[in-house]
């Protein structure tokens, strides 16, 4: 449900509140009690209410229509309401009520929310874990919709809303559908969604699908993680045409890896996307585990090299930024060499304790002790990190904070560690507070951040975190405002310079559209009021002066009517008259002359009438070469003279019926013109209507092709629709040129078959199906031949792989023999060990029995000889031999 701000259309010219209270009074929905209006919409108006029974604030948007309860769509809109009224999901608006009003205005009641839309949230900066978990909310309620059958069709920012404690929430399930049913009556086709957010397939006009709901959540998302527009033109029917043409933009570098998932989310065709959330959302996983939401980290390992960077970069950085101070200098001099030192012994202790690893198993104690060494010589250097000032975020490794970790790997209850982490996260505090009496908050806020690296639980940098943070979202917010008042006066601006230019021009309606676009921007806008008041009474002037010509028209025709009317009236009372006056003349002479003179009035008036005969017999050779002429009208006056010399003349009253006939048959095809006129005048309008629409084949029986073939049926020689059925046909024809120009064969073919539904004989259309079809035809043996070549390599492709593995097969057993030599020699090494060590023992077995021979002899030379029996000579030892191959030497230690 997006609350836009209220249009001045909503409003009279006369005081908004006042307004708005006439608008309250006439609005009354039956159990609830209207407290203002939150927004209006070109089809819909929203108003914050309270629900009198259950006491809880709601929204209830109100349609713009009147309908009768019995009426089908009324129905059917409570029945679509009741079944979304079912989507009980965290992430999607609660609906609690579907109705019609007092005044016969559908109404919705839904959850009344007060977090915002994300379309704030976008304008405003969004982190990367927000957006993400935005994502993945409104995933889940989409994807519950689509399991129960139900497509949004309108996914975009306004329409994600937040509830007050910033969960995500989907609105306005339904009412597009609903409001579609509607116009399908008389605008079947019409395309559903916003063109910044709609689908290529919504786009032409086709039905919207799950597919269709994954693309526009695509969209957001690209609008959330780059802060811009997927697409941006000057117009919306440009904005679709992107969608369905451009290629996909990049993400930011620092999400480059989420560009897989966006492309499969924001494919062209419909079946390329993924099939369903669950899909989206797996994907999405893999990359951005769920259960922390954050961007993948590359895991750093400890180098020795970083203590080396530390002593050179670290200090000559040190005497740039500062002026020499003699003592000090000796000081971070002395420091240097303890810090070589120290980098010798410990790189030295690494490489004879590899080298011990390598040829002996050590012992728990010397493990420890080693251990026990290296924390003493890391603390030893994060003591002489944090005297000089690198606590932490200085460089990769080389600052106290890292030291410190390290320290934590090897014993995490070290207390010497954990305090100095304490201490750095003092020291961080200290800093910021005094970046923040500076009013510096981005770097107090990167002094807080680096001392919660340190110490994330540290309450004074958790404080201060969070004031700081609440003063820079005010300053951005204000900023934001700014830079939105700033931007919607340059679009109020850029709107009045339109809406002028188009009234100098006399396009009124065009202005006036201009000048309400400028209003939504800025709506107290002075020189747009002021210029839509002129506006209007330019219409109205307009209006009232075709009325007056209308009626003027009217009035004509009345007063000739009634004028023939009366010159008929007159013309009989004249000739009746002067019969009577000629009567009266005729009795006079007759009595005058008497009896004698009768012979001689009756000769004169033989005479008299044969001469009105020839006048009355001139006047119809007249009257018919008048009509003739087409002149009716001198036609009848100079019957009408005739038939006064010769009332009775038989030609001339045949001749006036026949006249007055054909006058009346004049008149009356004038009047059929004239409307027929009026006809095809309105019938171009509703046409370029439709141009400007985007409705140029579609829908059945309400586009522009079909209006424009009803102006040729009442007029078949009229330009302006042969014009606009030629520029239909070629608006085809460049799109058709465009599609084949981006590869989509199919695409320009089915615009071309729309050009040649609306003039089937365009030389152009007929010449570029010709060309579209054969290169579709080689398109199709190319990728016939790339199958076959695909094959050809995927073949060779198997059997390189199979000449691997047997080359990987003769190395392992290679390598196998290689082994088993040195097995067999590391056997021979040790044998000869032994029999070192046991010809050592012989040795030192026969020095003994030397001196013990040599003993003997001192006593035998100081004693008396005496008779000894004779002494056996021990048998000779048996030569030993090397171990065979199968026999293994024991050994007794290691040598």
Do not use: C
């Amino acid at each position: 449900m997006s609350f836009q701000p209220p249009s001045l259309d909503d409003f009279s010219e006369a005081n908004e509140s006042g307004e708005r209270l006439r608008r309250q009074q006439f609005l009354q929905i039956p159990g609830y009690k209207i407290h203002h209006k939150i927004g209006s919409g070109g089809m819909a108006t929203v108003y914050r209410a309270s629900q009198r029974s259950l006491d809880r604030d709601v929204a209830i948007k109100v349609l713009k229509w009147e309908f009768d309860d019995d009426d089908q769509l009324v129905q059917r809109f409570k029945k679509e309401g009741r079944i979304l009224a079912q989507l009980l999901h965290t992430n999607i608006v609660t609906i609690y009520d579907v109705g019609i009003s007092e005044d016969k205005k559908l109404f919705i009641s839904i959850e009344y929310l007060t977090g915002g839309t994300l379309a704030d949230r976008i304008n405003l900066g969004l982190s990367f874990d927000s957006a993400i978990q935005i994502a993945r909310a409104i995933a889940n309620a989409l994807g519950y919709a689509h399991e129960r059958g139900i497509v949004h069709r309108d996914i975009k920012p306004s329409n994600i809303m937040f509830r007050h404690d910033g969960t995500p929430v989907l609105t306005d399930f339904g009412v597009a559908r609903v409001l579609e049913s509607k116009t399908a009556y008389t605008m079947e086709g019409l395309t559903v969604g916003s063109p910044g957010y709609m689908s290529p397939e919504q786009a032409m006009g086709e039905s919207a699908t799950i597919q269709s709901d994954l693309y526009s959540l695509g969209v957001v998302i690209y609008e959330m993680l780059a802060g811009q527009r997927l697409y941006q033109a000057e117009n919306p029917i440009s904005v679709a045409m992107k969608h369905v043409n451009d290629p996909i933009p990049k993400l930011p570098k620092q999400y480059a890896y989420l560009q897989s998932v966006l492309n499969k989310l924001l494919a062209k065709k419909s079946a390329d996307r993924y099939r369903n959330t669950h899909e989206f959302l797996e994907a999405l996983d893999a990359i951005v585990p769920s259960d922390t939401g954050t961007q993948p980290k590359t895991p750093r390992d400890f180098e020795n090299l970083g203590f080396l960077e530390f002593t050179t970069g670290k200090f000559r950085s040190l005497f740039k930024n500062q002026r020499i101070r003699w003592p000090m200098v000796v000081v971070i001099i002395s420091i240097i060499i303890l810090l070589i030192a120290i980098f010798y012994v410990v790189s030295r202790k690494f490489v004879d304790q590899s080298e011990i690893a390598e040829s002996a198993i050590p012992v728990d104690s010397t493990e420890q002790a080693r251990r026990n060494q290296q924390i003493a010589t890391l603390l030893k250097l994060a003591d002489a990190q944090r005297k000089i000032g690198l606590l932490a975020g200085d460089s990769k490794e080389d600052n106290a904070e890292a030291t410190y970790r390290q320290i934590l790997i090897f014993d995490p209850e070290n207390a010497q560690a954990l305090a100095g982490l304490e201490a750095i996260a003092d020291e961080y505090a200290r800093r910021a507070r005094r970046q923040l009496s500076a009013n510096a908050l981005p770097e107090s806020l990167q002094r807080i951040e680096l001392g919660l690296a340190a110490s994330s639980q540290h309450r004074e940098l958790l404080r201060l975190r969070q004031n700081v943070e609440g003063q820079m979202t005010a300053i951005r917010l204000q900023k934001a405002q700014e830079e939105e008042r700033r931007r919607s006066q340059l679009q109020a601006e850029q709107f009045l310079e339109q809406a002028r230019s188009s009234f100098q021009e006399g396009l009124l309606e065009l202005s006036l559209v201009h000048i309400e676009q400028g209003l939504l921007a800025v709506p107290e806008q002075p020189d747009l009021l002021a210029l839509r008041e002129q506006v209007r009474a330019r219409l109205a002037e307009q209006q009232r002066q075709a009325e007056a010509e209308r009626r003027q028209r009217e009035e004509e025709a009345r007063r000739q009517a009634a004028e023939a009317e009366r010159y008929q009236a007159a013309e009989a009372e004249r000739q009746q008259a002067e019969a009577e006056q000629r009567q009266r003349e005729e009795e006079a002479r007759r009595q005058a002359a008497e009896a004698g003179r009768q012979k001689t009035e009756q000769a004169r008036q033989q005479v008299e009438v044969a001469k009105r005969g020839q006048e009355a017999d001139q006047y119809l050779a007249r009257a018919v070469e008048l009509r003739r002429q087409g002149d009716q009208a001198a036609s009848m006056q100079t019957i009408e003279k005739g038939l006064a010399l010769v009332p009775d003349h038989k030609e001339l009253k045949r001749l006036r019926q026949e006249v007055s006939a054909e006058i009346a048959a004049q008149q009356r095809q004038r009047a059929e013109r004239e409307q027929r006129e009026r006809e095809i005048a309105s019938l171009l309008e509703q046409a370029d209507m439709h141009v400007k629409a985007w409705r140029l084949t579609t829908p059945t029986g309400n586009n522009a092709q079909e209006t424009y073939q009803q102006v040729l049926k009442l007029d078949a020689s009229n330009a302006q629709a042969r014009a606009g059925l030629e520029r239909i046909a070629e608006g085809y024809l460049q799109l058709a040129q465009k599609r084949r120009a981006a590869g989509a064969l199919q695409d320009s073919l089915t615009f071309i078959e729309k050009g040649l539904e609306v003039i089937s004989n365009h030389a152009d259309l007929l010449r570029l199906r010709e060309e579209v079809r054969v290169e579709e035809s080689a398109v199709q043996q190319r990728q016939e031949q790339q199958r076959r070549e695909q094959q050809r390599l995927e073949q060779r492709r198997q059997e390189q792989q199979q000449q691997e593995q047997e080359r990987q097969e003769q190395q392992r057993q290679l390598e196998q023999q290689q082994r088993q030599e040195q097995r067999r020699l590391d056997r021979q090494r040790r044998w000869e060990q032994q029999q070192e060590g046991q010809r050592l023992l012989e040795q030192r077995r026969l020095e003994q029995q030397r001196q013990e021979q040599l003993r003997k002899l001192e006593q035998q030379r100081k004693e008396p000889p005496r008779q000894e029996p004779p002494r056996k000579e021990p048998p000779p030892e048996p030569k030993s031999q090397p171990p065979s191959e199968s026999a293994r030497p024991r050994v007794f230690g290691t040598f």
